[in-house]
Structure formats: C-alpha cells, structure tokens
C-alpha cells in the first residue's frame, strides 16, 4: 500500500504543476548513478566523521537526497513544461513511476511491505529499465522544447 500511496501522490503533484520535468528526470538519473558510485563510501566516511551515526541509515538518507529530494527540489525550481497535451502527461506519469521505482527497494527496508505492495514492487522493478529509456528519451525532448518565459 505504500507504494500505490506513493505513485498516488508523485503523479498527482507532477500532474497539477505541470513544471518542465527534463531536467528534474536526468538530475534523478544522475542521482542513481552518483549513488551507486560513490554512497557506501561516502556513508562510510560520514561514519567516520560523526561515529555516531549509524551506516545504514547514512546510506538511506544519501540515496533519498540523491535520487528524490534533490531532483524534487529542482523540479520547483524549473519553469513550466515545454510539452503540451499527452506527451506532458505520460512525461509525469513516467516520472513519477521511475522516481517510485527507485524508491520502492529503500522503502522496502523501513516499510513492511503487504503482499500487494510486494508484487507491485518486484512488477515495476522489472520494467525500470524501459521506463527509465523512456524517460531519460523525454526528458531531452521536454529540455529541447523548453522555453523560458
């Protein structure tokens, strides 16, 4: 239920902007791959900074602010869309699909998943890779057409 509360809530707030979603969308691309690069180090470094706080948590609060936050905080920085009609709909709906697959494996680990939530998550997880083309696809067309005002 968690991740159906999620897509709910990502899709209506992309919905009812209607701010330009490229830049946002590629920074969260960005976000996975600097994530995947560098945030265990940069968890493990944080830990030895401030012994305190605890690894996992680190690393969970460096992928949010990677992969969600940071492309959010842009996304109410950017304009409104260059796109118009459908194309800026399914540009919403994919971004807000990929932001709750991306999110769904953490979530999954503060969360208890019920059975529903779990199908869904192994469901979407298989097809993030196609939303993710078909995102990072308009994303530079929504950065192409974009016009400041």
Do not use: C
Not at 58 to 84: D, H, N, W
């Amino acid at each position: 239920m968690v991740l159906v509360v999620l897509l709910a809530a990502l899709l209506l707030l992309f919905l009812l902007v209607r701010h330009h979603v490229g830049v946002p969308f590629l920074a969260m691309v960005a976000g996975v791959a600097l994530y995947e690069a560098f945030g265990a180090s940069f968890a493990q470094t944080i830990n030895q900074w401030i012994p305190a706080a605890d690894v996992w948590w680190t690393e969970k609060i460096l992928y949010a602010l990677f992969v969600a936050v940071m492309p959010i905080v842009l996304y109410f920085r950017v304009g409104k869309s260059g796109l118009f009609g459908a194309m800026r709909i399914v540009e919403s709906i994919i971004f807000a699909l990929l932001l709750t697959i991306l999110l769904a494996n953490p979530l999954s680990q503060i969360f208890s998943f019920d059975g529903y939530s779990a199908q869904l998550a192994s469901w979407i997880n298989g097809i993030r890779g196609v939303v993710m083309v078909v995102g990072v696809i308009l994303a530079y067309v929504d950065v192409f057409f974009y016009r400041s005002s």
